[in-house]
C-alpha cells in the first residue's frame, strides 16, 4: 500500500472496514486525528461507514468532536500517548523496574518477629497492604497517562489493577522479609485481590453511567 494518507484510511472506514496492516499502524503513531478513529475497536472510525453524503450536519458534529478531543491533547499525558508503542512498552518497562527498586530499598520496620494471634498481626498486614498498594497507584497511574484510551472495559482495567498491583507485590515482597502464610495472604496477596477488583468494579461503573447518558 506505501504510506498511507488521512483520506485513504477514512475511506477504508466508510467502506465498513477497519484499516490494519504496518502501513496503517504507522500512520496512526503520527497522527493523533486518525488515532481516535482506531479507539475502542474502531468505534469512532466505523461510526463514518454509517453516515450517508445527505448527512452534513452528522459530519460536521463529528469533526466538531474530533477536534475538541484533539484541542484537549495537551500537557505531559498528550506528550505520553503520541509516542510509539514501543516507546510506550519501554517506559512502563522502566517504570515498573524502578518502582519495584524504590520498594524493595525502603528499611522494613525492625519488628519482623511474626506477633501471636491473628488479631496481633493484622497491623503489620495492614501497614505492608498500605505500603504494596502506594507503588500499586503509583504505577496505575503511569498506565493510564500512556494509554491511548480515555476508558477501558471491565476486562481491560481488571488487567491493568493486576499488573499494577503486580508490580506492588513485588517491591512489597523485597521488602518485607516476613514470611508467614498469615501474613502473606492478608498483607500481600490481599494486594492483587483488591485492586482487580477495584479496577474491574470502577470501569463497570463508568460504563453502566456512559450507557444511561
Do not use: N
Not at 12 to 22: C, D, E, K, L, T
Amino acid at each position: 500500500m506505501g504510506t498511507v494518507t488521512c483520506d485513504q484510511l477514512r475511506r477504508i472506514f466508510q467502506g465498513g472496514q477497519v484499516p490494519s496492516g504496518p502501513e496503517a499502524s504507522a500512520h496512526v503513531e503520527i497522527c493523533p486525528a486518525c488515532a481516535v478513529l482506531f479507539e475502542d475497536e474502531g468505534l469512532a472510525g466505523r461510526a463514518l461507514g454509517g453516515l450517508q453524503p445527505t448527512e452534513s450536519l452528522d459530519l460536521s458534529r463529528l469533526h466538531a468532536s474530533l477536534r475538541r478531543r484533539l484541542d484537549a491533547e495537551r500537557g505531559v499525558r498528550a506528550w505520553l500517548r503520541s509516542r510509539k508503542t514501543s516507546t510506550r512498552l519501554v517506559l512502563a518497562l522502566v517504570a515498573a523496574v524502578t518502582l519495584i527498586v524504590a520498594a524493595s530499598h525502603r528499611t522494613h520496620p525492625a519488628s519482623t518477629v511474626e506477633a501471636p494471634g491473628v488479631v496481633l498481626a493484622l497491623p503489620r498486614a495492614a501497614a505492608c497492604f498500605s505500603y504494596g498498594s502506594l507503588f500499586t497507584a503509583l504505577f496505575l497511574v503511569l498506565l493510564w497517562a500512556l494509554s491511548r484510551r480515555d476508558g477501558a472495559s471491565v476486562r481491560g482495567a481488571a488487567l491493568a489493577g493486576l499488573g499494577s498491583a503486580s508490580v506492588g507485590v513485588l517491591g512489597l515482597s523485597a521488602h518485607c522479609p516476613s514470611s508467614a502464610p498469615l501474613h502473606l495472604l492478608a498483607g500481600h496477596a490481599s494486594i492483587l485481590v483488591a485492586w482487580v477488583a477495584a479496577c474491574a468494579m470502577a470501569a463497570g461503573v463508568a460504563s453502566l453511567r456512559q450507557g444511561h447518558k
